[in-house]
């Protein structure tokens, strides 16, 4: 029997203790629970760790006594949060999800705290917009989500969440289908939302949700449908450098070949002297080529194959350019 398994052994073990009250029970599995899935965030979504902590919210809620709707309704959220961070296609796990914030919402309203209603909305907002992603689900309803979630999650009292909302408002303004002519107009929305942010959250007390703001910064400036093309490049590859004071090589490896591609597609798409783009970009593609080698090692490393697969063409397609062989091309947008 491996580490993972023993440990959840012996957490239901004590838990069937029938010496000790079901709701200090469910309370203990719960909590165990929530180790378990902190860990696997902490080394990546791990389906092991994520698995066993969605047995014990399981056997937590069937300890649970039905008179304990509040402790259930947490129960139920916090499995939620394991269920939408599993890895993986199947969309079984987001609809779980998506189902379990919505019995657990209008208990949170009834009996809980703002702060549990407006995380739940915002947990929901993200399962929303997954399943928006596979056309399961509304993007606008994902917004409405995220906007309750403001209501109490405002800029003074919670700055973390409030960025992190006005994040995932962004990334939503830009999942809308582009086409019709109000789509300057969504972009325009979430860069807004990225900057709003920004004008919360510093560098040196929120680093991680200041560094995904200034990626995802970049890419929507980058991947605007502007006459500024030159400018939104430039400010964008101000928002990349700005991330990778946080996403360096040795703390967050992933995040950083995420923002160093990124960077590499931008750069692969300016001249090498704004003032004179006629004279190409010979310079910034081999730049480029640099940076887009490095991620795709990182990928390669950490078992992202399709990003280092990605990374890989655009290597090859830069090497054909650089000879004079093909026309620009442009890279994927990674977070």
């Excluded at 709701?23 to 599995?29: F, G």
């Excluded at 056309?135 to 109490?152: E, Q, V």
């Excluded at 946080?246 to 591609?261: D, H, Q």
Aim: charged share 25%; aromatic share 6%.
């Amino acid at each position: 029997m491996d580490h993972l398994s023993e440990q959840v052994r012996a957490a239901l073990v004590t838990a069937a203790d029938a010496a000790l009250p079901a709701t200090d029970r469910a309370e203990m599995l719960m909590e165990i629970a929530v180790i378990f899935q902190q860990h696997g965030q902490h080394h990546r979504p791990s389906s092991a760790h994520l698995g066993s902590a969605i047995a014990l919210y399981d056997h937590a809620l069937a300890l649970c006594p039905s008179s304990e709707r509040i402790l259930w309704a947490r129960i139920t959220a916090r499995r939620a949060t394991a269920l939408q961070a599993m890895p993986g296609d199947d969309t079984a796990y987001l609809d779980a999800a998506h189902d379990a914030y919505q019995q657990a919402i209008p208990v949170f309203a009834e009996l809980g705290t703002p702060e549990e209603v407006a995380e739940a909305e915002m947990n929901r907002g993200l399962v929303l917009q997954a399943l928006a992603g596979l056309s399961r689900a509304r993007i606008t309803d994902a917004i409405s989500a995220y906007h309750r979630a403001l209501r109490t999650f405002d800029r003074v009292r919670f700055p973390r969440e409030f960025a992190i909302i006005q994040n995932n408002l962004a990334t939503a303004f830009l999942a809308i289908p582009f086409t019709d002519d109000r789509t300057k107009m969504r972009e325009a929305l979430a860069v807004q939302a990225f900057e709003e942010g920004l004008k919360i959250v510093s560098l040196v007390e929120y680093p991680v949700e200041y560094a995904m703001l200034q990626n995802n910064l970049g890419n929507a400036l980058q991947y605007a449908s502007s006459g500024h093309i030159v400018e939104n490049n430039l400010r964008a590859l101000e928002a990349y450098d700005e991330a990778l004071k946080v996403r360096t090589r040795e703390t967050m490896p992933l995040e950083y070949a995420n923002t160093i591609a990124n960077k590499a597609n931008c750069l692969w798409n300016l001249p090498d002297d704004p003032a004179r783009p006629e004279a190409g970009g010979a310079r910034n593609m081999t730049r480029a080529r640099a940076y887009y080698q490095e991620a795709r090692e990182l990928f390669t490393a950490h078992g992202e194959r399709d990003k280092a697969h990605t990374a890989a063409r655009a290597c090859d397609q830069i090497d054909r350019e650089l000879v004079g062989g093909a026309d620009p091309g442009a890279g994927a947008e990674l977070s």
